[in-house]
């Protein structure tokens, strides 16, 4: 077993408080013990990595399997860094269980690792926060010995991009754009193998493994909700390319990821703040840090942008698989079908956006049904531009106004009896924000995107498919 060394070189304590209710926060901290996050180790023959944490009496241990066919010459501070960041914001799971509002961190960090931390405890939990009545934002204290960073690595990552996908559209299209990469899946599940293979690159696959303990207390009636899954996904993938010698890890987290889901009191919660610009600027300054490249290649891109380009890609969308409810742990390992279940959210969403730039013959072909036809999903595609969104990966409010009100226009859509209940509700909600379809297809807004990526983009992207008439 080898495990990397511990290491408290120069520290300076750190007691780190925010936001703007830490007074009932800190009495709850108080009536409880803090989350620790603990031990972890790493066997580099076998893969295996074990994560402790210690919640009052309890003590949970998260597994992950990595390849070890792709590990190359590793440089142990830097991985000690990268099993670091794992380990914080895995924590997020299991700090939920009772959210005591305070963290002891058992191994220094510098002070970027702490930021994301931070980040991802108060606002990556926003929305868990925020359906438990918590107060938001979600204030933790952690208590943690910063250290200096490395000095970075005398020899540059020469293993390639490194794309985490997820099965769904962001990702097809990053594989698309970013050639040559290895893609990566955790918890690789058929979707994830079937969309790599369309697009011909090779797969590494993580194996993420939950301390079980966690559902019994979670039955028992341990606090549950959303978790910055982005994160935890950024970490390992930061983790994967430390230990095979890959960079930059390309992420495809688009603009609308920015749209808060709603408001409490004034304060934003939006349930994909890990996939946010504010997460990723937190996250690419921890990696800079290992030497490992990190940035979002569709952040300037709306939904129906991704969409347009993605379906001018036959053979690539038919395997696409968006549906959240298809991701569960129930399908990890194949244990369950996946498929589109074209009632909830996330699939109204995707559907509504591949209308624009599919003829409904195509459309039912890639999703297997058409929802427009079923008026008692009605209410299912108006709350896409309700003032509180849901709790889904979903595009902006307008985004949806628009993408239905172009539908209402057109002749190919525009019978289908959901298009014809709500096309002019969404034409006056779209033409209050001025939104169309045409504005959401310009890229626009801040984005950490190289140069050479950001051309290869550009080139898929003038391939894109037009809306329909
Ligand atoms: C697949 C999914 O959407 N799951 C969310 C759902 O959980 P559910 O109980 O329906 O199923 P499981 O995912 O199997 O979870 C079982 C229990 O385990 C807990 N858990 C799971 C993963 C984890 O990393 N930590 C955990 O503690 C979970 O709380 C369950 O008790 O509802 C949950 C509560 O709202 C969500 O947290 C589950 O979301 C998963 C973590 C997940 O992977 N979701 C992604 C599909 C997702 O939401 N992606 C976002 C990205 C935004 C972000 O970065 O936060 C998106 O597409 O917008
Ligand atoms: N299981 C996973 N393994 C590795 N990376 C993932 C995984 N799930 C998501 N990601 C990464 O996180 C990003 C955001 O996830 P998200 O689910 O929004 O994207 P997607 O699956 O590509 O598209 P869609 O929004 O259509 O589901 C993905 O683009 C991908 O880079």
């Not at 860094?81 to 794992?86: C, E, H, N, S």
């Not at 200096?148 to 020899?155: E, H, K, V």
């Not at 300037?300 to 890609?313: G, K, R, Y």
């Amino acid at each position: 077993m080898r495990e990397p060394s511990d290491d408290s070189r120069g520290s300076i304590a750190a007691r780190n408080e925010r936001g703007a209710d830490r007074d009932a926060e800190s009495d709850r901290g108080a009536s409880s013990d803090p989350f620790v996050v603990a031990e972890r180790s790493l066997d580099l023959t076998t893969g295996e990595a074990a994560f402790t944490y210690r919640l009052g009496d309890d003590e949970f241990t998260e597994r992950l399997v990595l390849d070890t066919e792709h590990v190359a010459g590793v440089d142990l501070a830097r991985l000690d860094a990268a099993l670091d960041l794992v380990h914080l914001v895995m924590g997020t799971s299991y700090y939920k269980l009772r959210a005591p509002g305070r963290v002891t961190v058992t191994r220094p960090l510098t002070a970027a690792q702490l930021a994301v931390a931070e980040a991802a405890y108060t606002h990556g939990l926003g929305e868990f926060a925020a359906v438990n009545r918590l107060p938001v934002p979600h204030a933790v204290q952690f208590d943690v010995e910063l250290r200096p960073a490395d000095p970075p690595p005398a020899d540059a990552a020469a293993g390639g991009a490194l794309l985490p996908v997820g099965g769904g559209k962001d990702s097809a299209l990053a594989l698309v754009v970013v050639t040559p990469a290895t893609a990566l899946a955790i918890n690789p599940t058929g979707a994830q193998r079937d969309v790599t293979a369309a697009a011909g690159v090779p797969l590494i696959g993580v194996r993420r493994r939950l301390d079980p303990l966690l559902a019994e207390r979670t039955r028992a009636g341990g606090l549950n909700g959303h978790v910055p899954v982005t994160a935890i996904n950024s970490a390992i993938s930061t983790l994967v390319a430390v230990l095979g010698g890959f960079g930059p890890v390309v992420f495809a987290n688009e603009r609308s990821a920015d749209e808060e889901t709603l408001e409490v009191d004034g304060a934003r919660v939006n349930h994909q703040y890990s996939k946010s610009y504010e997460f990723e600027r937190l996250f690419a300054a921890a990696a800079a840090e290992l030497d490992v490249g990190y940035f979002s290649l569709t952040r300037q891109l709306s939904e129906l942008a991704t969409v347009a380009a993605v379906a001018a890609l036959p053979g690539l969308r038919e395997e696409i698989l968006s549906c959240n409810r298809s991701y569960t742990q129930e399908h990890l390992g194949g244990r369950a079908t996946q498929r589109w279940c074209l009632h909830c959210d996330k699939c109204l969403f995707t559907f509504l956006c591949f209308a624009v730039f599919l003829t409904p013959e195509e459309a039912v072909a890639m999703f297997g049904g058409n929802p427009l036809e079923d008026t008692s999903l009605a209410d299912g595609f108006r709350v896409l531009w309700a003032t509180e969104k849901p709790f889904d990966c979903v595009g902006e409010r307008a985004e949806s106004a628009a993408a239905m009100a172009h539908l209402a226009r057109s002749t190919a859509w525009g019978g289908f009896p959901v298009v014809r209940a709500l096309g002019e509700e969404a034409a006056s909600f779209a033409a209050v924000t001025g939104a169309t379809v045409a504005g959401f297809l310009e890229p626009h807004g801040p984005h950490a995107v190289p140069p050479a990526y950001l051309e290869s983009l550009q080139r898929v992207l003038a391939e894109a498919r037009p809306p329909v008439r």
